[in-house]
C-alpha cells in the first residue's frame, strides 16, 4: 500500500471513500509479497494490484462489495488450472483482507502515508477480526507517538507495544491477540521503513536514465554534481533531490546504511576517486561506477594510490551492469538495475530459462497436498465461505 500513497493521499483530501484489498499471507509461489494492494474509489477508479492479474477482477469486485456493505471480508484464493475459473495459477496461495476506508480509518492511514512520504518509519496496525464493530479500526504508530485505536485499550497497549518493536523493518505480518473476550483478535501489522537511498553522483544523460529506474525501483534518489549548470532538477525530474556539491564532500556528510546505493557514473578522476573511496569505506548495499576497462583499470591504480583496500576495492562493481550489450543510457540504466536486484537477492543474474528451482525467494508454507484448484470466496484456512468477517 505504501508505494500507493501519493494518489491515495490525493482520494482522501478530496473526502473520496475507497477499499484496500491487502495481501496478508502467501503460500507457496504467487505473483506478488504481502504488502501488496489494490485499492478501488465508489466511482470504479482502482489503484495498484493483489495478483498481477490472476484474480484481480474477483478482487475488484469483492471490494467494490465492501464500499456497498461496509463490512471487511478475508478471502484465500488457491492454484486453478482452468483458464476460465478464478484463482492463481502460479501453484500458490494468498489470504487477502478487504475493508473500507473512511472517516476515522482514513484519517489514520492519510497520517500514515504522510509519514512514509517524510521517510519516518511507521507501523500500520488494522484489525481484521474480533469482537463486533472491532474490524476494520487502524493505529498509525511512530516512535513519538501513535493516532487512531482498536476499540479496546487493553488491545491497544499489545498493539503498540508490538508496532513500535517493529518500527523500521519493512513488511507485513498477522498478529493474533488473546483478550479475554470469547473471540481472539487477529491484526494485521504493516511496518514501512524509509525507502533506501540511491545516490547518484555526475549529471550527465546515463545518470538520469539511473534515477529514473531508481525511482520506479521505489529508491530515494539523490543525484549530485559539482556542476551547477548541469545539476538541475529539470534535466533530472525523477530525483527526489538534486543537489550542487563535490561528490565526496556531499557524500562525507550523508547519512547512509546498509541499504544505501551508490552509483558513480562521471568517469572522471577528480570526481570519482575520492567519492569512490568515501563509498568503499562505508557498509553499502551497492557501489557501482561507469567506465570503460581503461577507465577501470586506471580507477584501480587511482584508488590503491588513495589508500583504498584490495578487500574494499574488491566490492565495487565497475564497470556496472550485468552483461546485456547495454549501450544507450536507458540500456545501461536496466543493466545496472539488473544486477542491482541480483546482488540484493543473492541471485546469478542467468537466464531463468537456463536454470531449474523456484523462481520467487520462500515467503512461506507450502500449500497442502490434494487442495488443487479453488473457487474464489472460499476460506482455505477454515473451509468455509468467506463472509463478513466472523468474530474468531
Known amino acids: ?37 489494490l485499492c478501488v474509489r465508489a466511482d470504479g477508479t482502482a489503484l495498484g494490484s493483489v495478483s498481477g492479474g490472476c484474480v484481480e477482477g474477483a478482487v475488484y469486485d469483492l471490494a467494490r462489495e465492501v464500499l456497498d456493505s461496509g463490512q471487511p471480508r478475508f478471502v484465500s484464493f488457491g492454484y486453478s488450472d482452468d483458464a476460465f475459473a478464478i484463482g492463481l495459477t502460479c501453484g500458490g496461495e494468498i489470504d487477502v483482507f478487504v475493508q473500507a476506508v473512511e472517516d476515522d480509518t482514513a484519517r489514520v492511514l492519510a497520517a500514515a502515508h504522510l509519514a512514509a512520504e517524510a521517510r519516518r518509519p511507521v507501523v500500520v496496525a488494522r484489525v481484521m477480526s474480533g469482537p463486533d464493530g472491532q474490524a476494520g479500526a487502524a493505529v498509525a504508530v511512530w516512535k513519538d507517538g501513535h493516532l487512531g485505536s482498536t476499540g479496546r485499550a487493553g488491545l491497544d497497549l499489545l498493539v503498540l507495544t508490538d508496532a513500535r518493536s517493529r518500527l523500521g523493518q519493512d513488511g507485513s505480518t498477522v498478529r493474533t491477540y488473546d483478550t479475554g473476550t470469547p473471540s481472539q483478535t487477529r491484526v494485521l501489522l504493516e511496518a514501512w521503513a524509509p525507502s533506501p537511498r540511491l545516490l547518484v553522483f555526475g549529471a550527465n544523460a546515463h545518470a538520469a536514465a539511473v534515477s529514473q529506474i531508481g525511482a520506479f525501483l521505489g529508491y530515494h534518489v539523490t ?170
Open 1 to 37: 500500500m505504501r508505494d500507493l500513497a501519493p494518489r491515495l493521499l490525493e482520494w482522501q483530501a478530496a473526502g473520496a471513500p475507497y477499499a484496500i484489498a491487502s495481501v496478508v499471507a502467501v503460500r507457496g509461489s504467487a505473483p506478488l509479497r504481502p504488502g501488496a494492494a
Open 223 to 392: 543525484v549530485c554534481d559539482a556542476r551547477s549548470t548541469f545539476t538541475t532538477p529539470e534535466r533530472f525530474p525523477h530525483a527526489h533531490e538534486v543537489v550542487v556539491e563535490w561528490p565526496h564532500r556531499y557524500l562525507a556528510a550523508a547519512e547512509t546504511d546498509r541499504t544505501t546505493v551508490v552509483c558513480v557514473m562521471t568517469h572522471d578522476p577528480k570526481f570519482d576517486v575520492p567519492v569512490l573511496a568515501e563509498a568503499l569505506a562505508r557498509p553499502l548495499a551497492y557501489v557501482g561506477a561507469l567506465g570503460s576497462r581503461r577507465t577501470q583499470a586506471r580507477r584501480i591504480r587511482d584508488l590503491a594510490e588513495a589508500g583504498v583496500s584490495p578487500d574494499a576495492m574488491a566490492r565495487l562493481h565497475a564497470p556496472l551492469g550485468l552483461d546485456l550489450g547495454a549501450s544507450s543510457p536507458q540500456e545501461t540504466a536496466v543493466s545496472f538495475a539488473a544486477e542491482l536486484i541480483a546482488v540484493g537477492s543473492g541471485r546469478s543474474g542467468r537466464s531463468l530459462s537456463l536454470l531449474d528451482g523456484p523462481i520467487h525467494a520462500a515467503t512461506g508454507g507450502s500449500p497442502q497436498r490434494g487442495q488443487g484448484r479453488c473457487a474464489a470466496g472460499t476460506d482455505l484456512v477454515h473451509g468455509r465461505s468467506s463472509a463478513a468477517l466472523p468474530a474468531h
